[in-house]
Each structure stands twice: as structure tokens, then as C-alpha cells.
């Protein structure tokens, strides 16, 4: 079976707003799909949920066979779900590279026991997660900035740098926030390059972007979102020709 993610019936209220109406998809394994929409139409709270920042009011959400409806963000995160923000969320007055050491998952150094003994063995693990790490950047193209502070960087390396962070997590599904939004074009060419790679690495991508001519370019398939409702689902080109996206969103 290829499929990665199942969300079921999902239900969501704030305050008697509807963020989500008994939304329903599927994601499977090695595909970019896009999420589309008008601001409010659900798609951030629908990340928020898939990644336990938010519980549900009802429905539930499979990954990998587990349900993870009610998890906290770290276990979901053990599972292999990673994520970027539209605040970044970097540790600014850390360098680069201490900001990817860290979403390296299962580190021995994180066990208290290893701390004290600082043997072999996370001495063998930090040079390797420092190795990946820099190869990462490198494969970014921002090796040269590794021990420049987060904070120093320009806002489309910020961008760059989050998601090389999910990278480094191993996360075999990556939910992208904008990650283009903002920035100048040679970075979003960038970007864009390396997220059309994802799935050749084993990777799958749900992407929130507004950029139409981006999503076009990078996914497989497109849901439609609006007032917390899945409208229209498919091709990019299926999506943008059909007659209630163009009235809710595109025309």
C-alpha cells in the first residue's frame, strides 16, 4: 500500500468559527502535494493538527498505520513528521549549524546517562550528525555560512535553513508553510529545486503556497481548500481550471 497519511473526517471549532468541516485526504508515499486556498480557508490549522499543536473536535489522523490523533508534537515528530513555520521558528542566536545539530532525532547525548559518561559512543555520533550536517549545507549551497549566527542570515537562507532542518530530522513527510513566500527569485529557485528532489530521497511533501505558478511546477496533485472544506482535488492544471476554485480563489 503506498499510502503515508490518512485524514479522516477531521473537525475543528474556534470560538464558533469552523477551521475545519469534515476534511478528508490522503498523502501518499514519494508525492508533493499542494495546499491551496484563500487566507482562513483551514490550511495552516490543518498542518497544526496533523502535527499535535491543535486537537481535533473529531476525526482522526493515521501515519504509518499509528494513529496519532492525540499525540504531542515531539512523539509525532518520533514518528517521522517534520515541519517549517511562517515564523521560521530558528534559534536565532545559535549558529547554523548547532540550529541542524539539533533536529537530528535519537541523539545518545540526549540520554542522561551519556551525558555524565561522554563515551565513545556519543563522541562517534556528534561527528557523524556534524558530518550529515554540513553535507546538508552543502547540498544547500550555504556551507560557507555554518558558523554564522541564524539570526545573520538573510530571510530567504532562514527559509533554506528550516528546511534543511526537517531534512535533518529524517522525517519521511515534510509539511512546508510557505516556504517560498517572501523571498527573491534566485531563492525560490532554490527551493524549489530542492523540493522536487524530496521524493526521489524517500520523502513526501504537503506544501502551503499561494505561489500558483510554484505549485504548478513542484506537485503532483492539489487540494483546494475553503471555509475548513476540501473543494477540489487533483492535477494543478485540474484544479486550476475548476469552476469553483476560479470563483473562490483564482479568478
Known sequence: MNELLKIQNCNKHFNGITALDDFSC?????????????NGAGKSTLFNVITGFITLDSGQITFKDHNITKK???KINVYGIAR?????????????????????????????ENVFLRNKK?????????????ELLEYAGIADKANDLANDL??????????ICC?????????????????NPAMIEKILSIITELPTKGKSVILIEHNMEAISQVCNRVIFMDTGKKISEGTPMEVRNDPQVIEAYLD
Open 26 to 38: 490522503e498523502i501518499n508515499k514519494n508525492e508533493i502535494v499542494g495546499l491551496i486556498g484563500p
Open 72 to 74: 504531542a508534537p515531539n
Open 84 to 112: 517549517t513555520f511562517q515564523d521560521l521558528r530558528l534559534i536565532r542566536q545559535m549558529t547554523v549549524l548547532d540550529n541542524i545539530l539539533l533536529s537530528f532525532q535519537n541523539q545518545p547525548g540526549e540520554h542522561l
Open 122 to 134: 556519543v563522541k562517534e555520533v556528534e561527528l557523524d550528525n556534524k558530518k550529515k550536517a554540513l
Open 154 to 163: 538573510s530571510y530567504g537562507q532562514q527559509k533554506l535553513l528550516s528546511i
Open 167 to 183: 531534512l535533518a530530522s529524517d522525517a519521511e513527510l515534510l509539511l512546508l508553510d510557505e516556504p517560498i513566500a517572501g523571498i
